[in-house]
């Protein structure tokens, strides 16, 4: 059973959100009181996030505003996600978008849904948040364990997206075989409301909006992987790393969750200006408490976490406004 993608997300670049009433030529500028300048832009930056549903977009809105108030402006963008917004990325130097770093590993490497079209000319800019997955079922449904997932109906993202690459990594660890469903995590949160497929499969930071989101609307449970399950996960992409999610972090839950994770990063083009370049990524990591000032979900973009990406090298204009932080890398 497939789910025909929307036109919103089919067009990849679609729906923007001008976030200071952008008009061509608006110049970017450094925080009032840090040093440099950015000549004027002929335009403005576009940031390219994910669809409705999705952790990356709401991230993404609070950047765009965290800019705006400091004179350095975006336009948001609403994609497919991390494989729409590093194929942007590595084609036009005036793009930024978010990557999972196991999707960044496979564009790099040409490998996956980059077969044959490695992306060369990507660069990180700084560290987001983790990344973690978990299904969601409707509890009458009586499933409660990633196994009970065989010969079921889950929807898991976007096709071709991280989201079903790694639920296919999963399912092939745990010998099992279901029916992939694809969409975006809105329209498949209301397919599992409605009895349409069996199971939702995200990944984002708990709590997963997608799946508080069929909470707030029908009984239903969140569960992860068994830690023989994560051991297979880890053994077969040793960039992620276990995670546990603490009991309270969904509704109804009382014991731990146990699964897998990765980090996030926002991309650039390497021949993005320096100056670019340093000025976007020093203005978001001056934000003090970035969970307040940003979003909830950007409690962990500060600069202490950039050297957990080992996957995408670092843009020379980031690395020298990370070495203003403190962090050589």
Known sequence: MTLKEDT?????????????????????????????RLHAQSAPIGFMTAGQGSAFLPYGQGVGAWLASSDTPIDVLESAGSNDNLKAVDSDPSMTGMAFLG??????????????????????????????????ALRDSGLS????????????????????????????????????????????GDML???????????????????????????????????????????????????SIAPGTYDGQTEEIVSVAGWNVVIAHVDMPEETAYALTRNVLAAEDPASQIHPFAASTRAEYAPLNTVVPYHPGAIRALREFGVTL
């Open 193 to 243: 409301v409605a009895g349409d497929i069996d199971a939702l499969w995200q990944g984002a930071i708990a709590p997963i909006p997608a799946l508080t989101a069929v909470q707030s609307r029908a009984d239903a449970v969140v569960f992860g992987l068994t830690e023989e399950q994560v051991a297979g996960m880890l053994e077969a992409l040793p960039y992620l790393a276990r995670q």
């Open 8 to 36: 919103i997300l089919n067009k990849g670049l679609t729906r923007r959100t001008t976030l200071t009433g952008l008009l061509g030529g608006v110049a970017l500028a450094i925080m009032p009181g840090m040093s440099g």
């Open 145 to 188: 364990s990633f196994s009970e997932l065989d010969g079921k109906r889950v929807g898991v993202g976007p096709a071709g997206g991280p989201a079903e690459n790694f639920f296919r990594a999963a399912q092939t660890v745990a010998g099992i075989e279901t029916t992939i469903v694809n969409g975006s995590p809105a329209e498949l």
């Open 103 to 136: 999707s960044a590993a496979s564009a790099i490497a040409g490998t996956g849904p980059f077969d044959g079209a490695p992306t060369g000319n990507v660069r990180a800019l700084f560290p987001t948040y983790n990344t973690s997955f978990q299904i969601a």
